[in-house]
C-alpha cells in the first residue's frame, strides 16, 4: 500500500524537474560577439587604427588583448560581450490574454 503513493510522488518529482531542466536550458544564450575596448592613459575610450576589435571567440579575444598590451603599453584594454536579446514567445502569448 504505501509503495503506489511513493511510486507517484517520485515520478512526480522526476517529472517536474524535467520540465524545469527543459525550461532553463531552452533559453541560455551565449554571446555572439567580443569587442576589445581600448582605454588611454587618462581612462577615456579611444580608438586604435589598425587594430582588430570584434572577435567570435572569448580565447581569441583574450589572446589579442594580451598581445595588444605588450605591443601598446600606453593604452588598456578590456573586452564587452554583446548577447542578443531574447524574445519569448510564452511570455507574448501571456500578455496578450491579460489584455
Same mark, same amino acid.
Given at each position: ?8 510522488? $517520485? /515520478?512526480? +518529482? ?12 531552452? %533559453? ?5 560577439? %567580443? $569587442?576589445?575596448?581600448? %582605454?588611454?592613459? +587618462? /581612462?577615456?575610450? $579611444?580608438?586604435?587604427? /589598425?587594430?582588430?576589435?570584434? !572577435?567570435? $571567440? ?18 588598456? !584594454? ?11 514567445? /510564452? %511570455? ?8
Amino acid at each position: 500500500m504505501i509503495k503506489i503513493p511513493d511510486k507517484f510522488v $517520485t /515520478g512526480f +518529482f522526476i517529472v517536474t524537474l524535467g520540465i524545469l531542466w527543459y525550461c532553463s536550458s531552452k %533559453y541560455q544564450v551565449n554571446p555572439s560577439q %567580443y $569587442t576589445v575596448i581600448v %582605454y588611454d592613459v +587618462f /581612462g577615456r575610450q $579611444t580608438k586604435i587604427d /589598425g587594430i582588430r576589435t570584434r !572577435f567570435k $571567440t572569448i580565447n581569441v579575444a583574450q589572446s589579442y588583448i594580451s598581445e595588444y598590451q605588450k605591443r601598446f603599453e600606453d593604452y588598456s !584594454f578590456s573586452m564587452a560581450q554583446e548577447i542578443p536579446i531574447i524574445k519569448n514567445p /510564452g %511570455y507574448r502569448i501571456f500578455k496578450k490574454i491579460q489584455r
